[in-house]
């Protein structure tokens, strides 16, 4: 390997001043980099220790559908029924705030008061904890003691981005609506028992009351006072002291459990009057029905009538991977079904599991198509040994991005699968580089593959370092943006600084090492023996496991007896005949062709770098066309300034797309009841006829105002509103 290597080959390295010129330097063979380029088995642990940290750190990292953003924002709700929006801010939105705004590191205050309802959104400053800061509103909320008495309880939440459904799916049967009641507790339950599911939240799900009619006439008959049955079921259902129980070591409280657990037990209550017992089923009617005034979820599918159904949104636990939380509901559900033979279906409404296998796989894909277009180009340009080493660099770079994403909190979202993406145009980069510097090096024909790196490393190290400090330095002011924003896009310069950091240190100690290995492998024999025995295995075992699959392995096995007992028969007349095809064809001259063009490349880049190098010799010789460059820079830098003063570049955050759901919200005229709500939803829901999507409704009704909202979805990307 340390054998000067003589080329006769024609290129624009031929050509080149400085490559004529270039002579090495023996002292660059006492350098630490000189040890490291020649030793292959430290380049081969590093792969693999790599590749290692890089598929483990890969596996762990979380899966969102936005960024982990951690941003103290706290929303205090409370509503007044029947008040208009100026007796709302009067009396609750202004002592609200004036007692919020006396806590420390608030940075934006903003209030709405409208019908019935009054909100106030506190912003906090960053790095104030969003538990913290709730905790202290909660406690600025509770010290109001001038609020109405008639208000419902002041709801303070924190804003959590991350506390969404994961799986959203209605509910419906084809039977009665007790049974999908019921149906729906049970797998509710059954649901919020999984592991990774922390908790389950549903809407449309009636609530039953038990509802107790007196028979007049049975009272009378026995002249009790209704006024008497009071007491009896209030004793009936509450648990009663008993005392408690010592022991050595412990003691025991005792309780008398209530009698009432069911409904039956309520029938089965004892009344006495006159010295005689009477059962409560012999004197009222008792019955559980569900609550009146209730608001409805219902379903529409197709041109199918609307159907009422139960509404599941599944959050997953802390921690917990979207897709695993997705797959594991999916499969409790797919089997609570199964048992009920087709009685009730589910409508997959919003799959946040599904979409961040989409966006994986489209990440996947343009990763795959990278790296098949980077390896394409340099086997054009250089040789195939280039290109599969450009082709191996491209993982390894993302298995370093994955371990730092890993290390820093990063998660995967779409955000970060964007930076992903953004960072393949740009991490191959220092990779072609360095092997197009190699090969065109190596080529002059005066230095060893060795010598080569050597003196690569010594005229490309800082140039390559500093261009990509320098596409790193122009993300910096993206990392240090503060307020949800930042937050939101702070992901981006981690990626792509990491990808580009890792980039130039793959470029730098792998691709280095493993070219100038390749510009003249030599292989021990101990590794060409092991690596000819893995062949051999590798192929008996594969056809072993081909042919085993079916009854032609004895005839399969006959056939390549006999074709070899032939080919050893008549290998003369074989040879001849092989020899005659070879001469025809010239076998040799394409032979030569195609080895010359896997070790050099399709297309030399010499005209092309002549045509360059004669437009950069005439500018730097000619004062005025370096005046003229210079003018044409500055003339178009301030083209580019006066883009977006001019409108001729619009300056959004988020661009506009089309979307799958469509979102509609009913505000209704105060104090319209239930009844009437529920019966204008399904007029108006009856009107989206002939859709072929999934159109999912819900009903939202308040105490003295009535709303209700319903989203139409494609592919039953559908969203409660």
Do not use: C
Not at 361 to 390: E, K, N, P, Y
Not at 608 to 613: E, G, H
């Amino acid at each position: 390997m340390n054998m000067p290597v003589r080329r006769n080959l024609s290129g624009g390295s031929r050509g080149s001043t400085y490559l004529r010129n270039l002579q090495f330097d023996p002292k660059l063979k006492n350098s630490f980099i000189a040890g490291y380029l020649t030793n292959l088995r430290v380049l081969i642990l590093l792969v693999f220790v790599i590749a290692a940290l890089g598929i483990a750190s890969y596996i762990s990292l979380p899966r969102n559908l936005i960024p982990d953003i951690r941003i103290p924002l706290v929303i205090v709700s409370t509503v007044l029924p029947g008040a208009g929006p100026n007796d709302i801010e009067s009396l609750i939105t202004v002592p609200l705030e004036d007692a919020i705004r006396q806590i420390a590191n608030i940075q934006t205050i903003q209030s709405t008061s409208r019908e019935s309802v009054s909100i106030i959104t506190i912003q906090f400053n960053s790095g104030v904890d969003p538990d913290k800061a709730r905790s202290d509103v909660q406690s600025a909320v509770d010290s109001v003691a001038s609020l109405p008495s008639d208000k419902l309880p002041t709801n303070v939440q924190k804003l959590d981005f991350q506390n969404m459904p994961v799986w959203t799916f209605n509910l419906v049967s084809s039977g009665d609506l007790a049974s999908l009641f019921r149906f729906s507790k049970s797998l509710k339950s059954n649901l919020e028992n999984l592991p990774l599911v922390d908790h389950v939240s549903v809407s449309g799900q009636e609530e039953q009351e038990i509802q107790i009619l007196i028979k007049p006439n049975v009272l009378n008959s026995y002249q009790i006072n209704p006024m008497m049955l009071i007491p009896a079921i209030k004793n009936a259902i509450k648990a009663l002291p008993a005392g408690s129980v010592s022991a050595n070591d412990y003691t025991f409280n005792l309780t008398i459990d209530p009698a009432v657990v069911t409904i039956d037990d309520i029938r089965n209550l004892k009344l006495t009057v006159s010295g005689t017992q009477i059962s409560f089923g012999d004197l009222f009617e008792i019955s559980e029905k569900a609550k009146s005034n209730q608001p409805l979820a219902l379903i529409k599918v197709g041109d199918k009538a609307p159907t009422r159904s139960v509404t599941f949104n599944v959050f997953r636990a802390s921690g917990a991977k979207i897709d695993q939380t997705v797959a594991e509901a999916k499969e409790e559900v797919d089997k609570r079904l199964l048992a009920y033979k087709g009685q009730f279906t589910i409508y997959s409404v919003a799959d946040t599991g599904e979409e961040i296998d989409t966006q994986f796989s489209h990440l996947q894909r343009d990763f795959l198509l990278t790296v098949f277009l980077v390896t394409a180009i340099l086997f054009i340009f250089l040789g195939l040994r280039q290109a599969l080493v450009a082709s191996l660099t491209a993982p390894l770079v993302f298995f370093i991005t994955f371990i730092i994403m890993a290390a820093t909190g990063v998660s995967l979202s779409f955000i970060s699968v964007f930076s992903l993406l953004l960072a393949l145009g740009l991490l191959v980069d220092d990779t072609i580089v360095v092997i197009s510097a190699l090969t065109d090096y190596f080529r002059s024909g005066k230095f060893t593959p060795v010598q080569t790196g050597l003196l690569v490393w010594r005229d490309f190290l800082i140039p390559v370092l500093t261009t990509t400090a320098t596409t790193v330095w122009a993300f910096i002011p993206i990392f240090i943006t503060s307020g949800i924003i930042g937050e939101f896009i702070k992901p981006i310069p981690i990626v792509v600084s990491s990808t580009l950091i890792a980039s130039i240190f793959i470029a730098l100690f792998v691709t280095f090492p493993l070219v100038i290995f390749l510009l003249h492998p030599v292989f021990p024999k101990r590794v060409i023996v092991f690596g000819r025995a893995v062949l051999i295995i590798g192929l008996a075992v594969g056809i072993v496991a081909i042919v085993s699959q079916s009854d032609l392995l004895l005839v399969i096995s006959f056939v390549l007896s006999v074709g070899l007992f032939i080919l050893n028969v008549r290998r003369g007349v074989l040879d001849r005949l092989v020899l005659k095809i070879k001469t025809g064809l010239n076998w040799g001259g394409r032979f030569t062709r195609i080895k010359s063009t896997l070790i050099n490349g399709m297309v030399s880049f010499h005209h092309i770098s002549a045509i360059y190098k004669r437009i950069i010799l005439a500018i730097l010789n000619n004062p005025t066309h370096r005046r003229q460059t210079i003018l044409m820079v500055a003339v178009f830098f301030i083209f580019t300034i006066l883009l977006w003063p001019l409108g001729l570049v619009k300056n959004e955050f988020f661009p506009k797309t089309d979307q799958d759901v469509v979102y509609v919200a009913i505000e209704m005229p105060a104090g319209t009841s239930t009844q009437k709500a529920n019966k204008e939803l399904f007029e108006i829901f009856d009107r989206f006829n002939g859709l072929k999507e999934t159109v999912f409704v819900s009903g939202n009704v308040g105490q003295s105002f009535s709303s209700a909202g319903f989203g139409v979805g494609a592919g039953g990307a559908a969203a409660n509103v």
